[in-house]
């Protein structure tokens, strides 16, 4: 049926750019905890700040934000 066609179609598109939004944000959250929070340094305190604002963030917006995700959003910004 084409109506279920199109609706199928559009889950398909609304998921890519959910994904892509996604993948941003991580990225700026990366970039941003390294550059400003950071400043590019990886000392002991920063290892402590990493872990404070992950508990801050995980309580405020879920487990995205947990500090195994906060670490690999700084390895993801590094990367690219």
Not at 15 to 33: H, P
Not at 42 to 47: L, M, W
């Amino acid at each position: 049926m084409i109506i279920s066609l199109l609706i199928e179609q559009s889950k398909h598109k609304a998921v890519i750019q959910s994904n892509s939004i996604l993948t941003q944000l991580f990225w700026q959250v990366g970039t941003k905890i390294n550059d400003s929070i950071l400043e590019n340094k990886r000392a002991d305190y920063g290892k402590q700040i990493v872990v404070t604002l992950s508990r801050q963030l995980t309580e405020k917006y879920g487990r995205n934000f947990e500090e195994k995700n906060l670490r690999r959003m700084l390895q993801f910004a590094e990367q690219f």
